[in-house]
């Protein structure tokens, strides 16, 4: 069964940044088309940006020109969520996924932006 595990998340200041980490095992496909997500306290998880399998990416709004996502060339099962000019708005737990097939969630990664 394929399963997800983030990591990368803290405590961070308003305007810093973190990278966070996205590691899938038990696919036999080595490049899975992964999305980033979050949920903020008392709000719906909401997606934050996705890549596919051929590399093309997608983000949300709140999300362009801050972040990035991208795929480790050499270990093809681990993406990265690139967060810079952190807002506390951007604070949730972040998770990652497989954005066209259903996959169990994994627990996710805090991240907590400070004002």
């Known amino acids: 069964q394929v399963q997800f595990v983030e990591s990368g998340g803290g405590l961070v200041q308003s305007g810093g940044s973190l990278r966070l980490t996205c590691v899938h095992t038990g696919s036999k496909f080595g490049i899975l088309p992964t999305g980033w997500y979050r949920q903020a306290p008392g709000k719906q998880r909401e997606l934050v940006a996705r890549i596919g399998s051929s590399g093309s990416t997608t983000y949300a709004d709140f999300a362009k020109g801050r972040f990035t996502i991208s795929m480790d060339n050499a270990a093809k099962n681990t993406v990265y969520l690139q967060m810079n000019t952190l807002k506390p708005e951007d604070t949730g737990v972040y998770y990652c996924?497989?954005?066209?097939?259903?996959?169990?969630w994994g627990q996710g990664t805090q991240v907590t932006v400070s004002s």
């Open positions: 996924n497989d954005f066209v097939v259903n996959r169990p």
